[in-house]
């Protein structure tokens, strides 16, 4: 059973066995190990200014010659004997050491945790120093905690205005509160480039968490809700891979598409904007409609495809907003289901489709085969199936092969909703004739 007690760090011996290194028995080899290889002197200088912290405590054992060995805590003990006893640091160190020693706050004693013996203080070890382990062990901070962190100590962080911005979306309803930690790192990018901030009308720099904007609070809101849709969006133009070039092309796209803001206003903080002489309400969060989304796929299509011809048009579809070009992208998802019909009948039947085959035949043999096919399939994907029962039944539906005939010859000039809403019925279904294909 562990005990909790007080010694003299002196008094310890580093742990000969540590995972840090492989085994080494002198303790003076453990000291040159350690410091030229794990940041001892930065760890030194800490615990000079700071003195050790208060949350941690050093977990040992007693040896068969009723010595303490330090099992869990050898960096913050080398650190501390050696600003107890400059002497002992290896060749090159000892003047460092002995700097530090002046005005330090290194303590003479510690608090440790005697185990009885190695295996009882391995589980505590293990929850340290493994990673979360589903919870059980210590969970790092993700990007936004840090920088929450960070923003409460008034320390700079190069993600305080993305963070910021991202917390602004949320409470307007333009992105859900889950998907921050996902963009941070991106949006961040982005506002750090001073161009890119300027177009936006924010004066703030990227480490402030306080956004000051020189446009008016309306024209501000206005571009950041594009910037979150394109940013959320799989496939879309604001994405994590681009350079200073991509962040002021996509800045000069907003701007020649009437969305960047152009009234110019005193620069004042978000908080304190007024409008027409009136305060500035808070805004009350929207309840987003996800078929008013400005891509046509939420989130992909989460599957592999070969096919080379297939994998660029899905590619197409991604990138172009159906908000903006529903004819294009409704003549993309013709050419893409009429040739995943065509593929998976091929694959099924080892025959490809006569050419001059009606897409609506086609489909109607599609639907066969799934259901001859003995596959289990989901409730999702059985929804799914019903929904292209119908696409094949109703000439009227909004993705039957009709439909997409119409909008080819301009017969139908598609909303994008209606599009948006009828894909998703048929999504899990097309997924998983994707998933055979392959």
């Not at 921050?180 to 480039?193: F, P, Q």
């Not at 259901?371 to 039957?400: F, R, V, W, Y």
């Not at 080819?408 to 097309?430: L, M, Q, R, S």
Request: charged fraction near 30%; hydrophobic fraction near 35%; aromatic fraction near 6%.
């Amino acid at each position: 059973m562990s005990v909790q007690t007080r010694l003299n760090v002196l008094d310890l011996y580093l742990d000969t066995e540590n995972p840090r290194h492989e085994i080494i028995r002198d303790q003076e080899q453990i000291i040159e190990h350690l410091i030229k290889n794990e940041k001892i002197t930065t760890l030194a200088r800490d615990i000079a200014e700071n003195g050790q912290s208060p949350l941690d405590r050093i977990g040992v054992i007693k040896d068969d010659k009723g010595r303490y060995v330090v099992v869990e805590g050898n960096r913050r003990v080398c650190a501390t004997i050696l600003l107890n006893d400059p002497a002992r640091s290896p060749s090159g160190y000892k003047k460092y050491f002995d700097r530090l020693v002046h005005n330090s706050n290194a303590p003479s004693e510690v608090d440790v945790v005697l185990f009885d013996d190695r295996q009882e203080a391995d589980i505590w070890v293990e929850r340290r120093h493994e990673g979360s382990q589903e919870g059980k062990g210590t969970q790092q901070w993700d990007a936004n905690q840090k920088t929450r962190h960070n923003t409460r100590r008034n320390k700079a962080d190069s993600n305080a205005l993305a963070l910021s911005v991202l917390d602004y979306a949320v409470s307007h309803g333009f992105i859900d509160k889950s998907d921050n930690e996902r963009v941070l790192t991106t949006a961040s990018r982005y506002l750090g480039n001073p161009y890119f901030r300027k177009t936006l009308g924010i004066a703030s720099k990227r480490s402030e968490s306080d956004i000051v904007l020189e446009v008016p609070e309306n024209e501000f809101e206005q571009v950041i809700e594009r910037f979150i849709s394109d940013l959320v969006a799989e496939g879309g133009p604001v994405h994590s891979r681009t350079n200073k070039e991509d962040w002021e092309n996509y800045s000069k796209q907003l701007v020649s598409n009437g969305i960047a803001p152009r009234t110019k206003i005193k620069p004042k903080k978000l908080t304190e904007i007024e409008q027409k002489g009136k305060p500035l309400k808070s805004s009350k969060k929207r309840t987003m409609d996800p078929s008013n989304r400005p891509y046509l796929f939420k989130n992909g299509l989460g599957v592999s495809i070969k096919n080379t011809i297939l994998a660029r048009v899905y590619n197409d579809i991604k990138k172009l907003r159906i908000d903006e070009h529903p004819l294009a992208v409704t003549l993309l998802v013709r050419a893409f289901l009429e040739n995943i019909y065509i593929l998976y009948v091929e694959k099924a039947t080892g025959i490809a489709p006569s050419a001059g085959s009606k897409t609506h035949m086609i489909l109607g043999d599609v639907i066969k085969q799934i259901e001859s096919s003995g596959k289990s399939l989901t409730k999702g994907q059985k929804n799914s199936l019903a929904a292209l029962k119908q696409i094949q039944s109703d000439s009227d539906k909004t993705l039957s092969p009709k439909s997409l005939g119409a909008n080819a010859h301009a017969g139908i000039y598609p909303e994008h909703k209606p599009v948006t809403i009828a894909w998703d019925n048929i999504e899990n279904i097309v997924v998983f004739l994707l998933e055979e294909i392959s």
